[in-house]
């Protein structure tokens, strides 16, 4: 192989299999000479590269971690394994999930040849992942589209349908897209409203990146203009949302009782709800605020998985009383096979409603 840069990125990618290779295998591998194989690899040292070698009658050679991340270089298999994993991730807000790992599946999916993009959908489509239904799941060519765009700052344009189902057109310089271990939202400027608006993903449709380029306008902060936008300070997205969040729905100020270790309850809760304290008696109790609504807290209190009593507040504890009624009535042999009309059932409550604004 003749081509030094063709040579050098084949090296690269064979150094990136964990393994040590001696010199003999390489310079066959790639048809030249060991002495061409000692050079490259300096080569690939003086551009930041840490190829350690080892000495003895067969020398060998090895990529180490360095300081910084090298290029990867991937062959189709593994293309296409880390984006069917990317995907499968960023489709469903999952906690730890966030905009960096939608950012590297919008790198990924840029560079990916056709062939390989089909094989991804063709993957994805003839699966079914196994959620835990508390929370919506998305198209993750949704998300990338979105993270290309704030990270390009190019403006969007999409429908979005609000929570009471009307259906708007959407032109937006988009700023961040945050996670909140539930659902993702978009924070973004709405040009035709002249403010700053947060908009639920799995609410987006047809989202389109115009090519339009702007210049990201300052996130504004609290007590900086209008509570909405109109500030000239320089706010933080994840601060924003919660700030928005928190005037869309009333916020819910948690005191719980758990009968169980403070270790075992957080790691079964959101860490958005905070860590327990132990009360001393082989027990916790959890005392946080939030603005999510009560059926997604109560699902996610029932499954710590433990004994718990709800102190606070009223409105959960009502909750939760006539979600364990209808919970024991289901579970009476008698009524399992009553048909849903033969009991009265009071209509479901209407959940609380977050997201974009006006």
């Known amino acids: 192989m003749s081509d030094t840069p063709a040579r050098l990125l084949k090296l690269l990618s064979l150094l990136q299999t964990p393994r040590e290779w001696p010199g003999g295998e390489l310079a066959e591998r790639l048809d030249v000479s060991p ?17 350690e070698a080892s000495r003895g009658s067969v020398g060998g050679y090895r990529l180490v971690a360095g300081a910084a991340m090298p290029p990867l270089l991937l062959d ?3 293309a296409v394994a880390i984006a069917v994993g990317l995907r499968a991730g960023a489709g469903h807000a999952i906690e730890g999930v966030d905009e960096a790992s939608v950012r590297a599946l919008a790198k990924l999916e840029q560079v990916l040849p056709s062939r390989l993009r089909h094989r991804v959908s063709v993957l994805q489509n003839a699966t079914v992942p196994l959620t835990r239904g508390d929370g919506s799941t998305i198209d993750p060519r949704t998300l990338t589209t979105l993270a290309s765009a704030a990270t390009g700052r190019e403006r969007l344009r ?10 708007t057109k959407r032109q937006v310089e988009p700023y961040r897209l945050v996670s909140t271990g539930q659902r993702w939202y978009l924070v973004a400027y709405d040009i035709g409203r002249e ?3 947060t908009f639920r993903v799995d609410r987006v449709g047809e989202p389109y990146a115009t090519g339009a380029r702007f210049t990201p306008r300052p996130l504004p902060v609290e007590g900086a203009g209008s509570e909405a936008g109109g500030g000239t300070g320089s706010g933080d997205a994840a601060t924003f949302l919660a700030r928005s969040m928190r005037r869309m729905q009333p916020e819910l100020r948690l005191d ?16 958005h709800l905070g860590a327990p304290e132990p009360d001393g008696e082989g027990g916790c109790r959890l005392r946080a605020s939030c603005t999510d609504s009560l059926e997604w807290v109560a699902l996610r209190l029932a499954l710590v998985d433990c004994e718990f009593s709800v102190q606070g507040p009223p409105q959960l504890v009502a909750y939760l009383e006539g979600l364990g009624a209808r919970l024991t009535r289901a579970a009476r042999p008698a009524d399992r096979h009553r048909r849903p009309g ?6 479901c409550p209407e959940q609380g409603e977050r997201g974009e604004q006006g």
């Not at 009968?259 to 079964?268: L, S």
């Open 76 to 78: 189709d298999e593994e």
């Open 35 to 51: 002495r061409t194989i000692r050079r490259d690899v300096d080569r690939l040292r003086d551009l930041g590269y840490p190829v």
């Open 158 to 167: 999409f429908a979005y349908r609000s929570g009471d189902g009307t259906r």
């Open 342 to 347: 033969d009991r009265h059932r009071p209509a």
């Open 195 to 197: 403010d700053w608006r």
């Open 256 to 271: 719980v009782w758990f009968g169980g270790p403070a270790e075992f309850v957080a790691a079964r809760l959101p860490a």
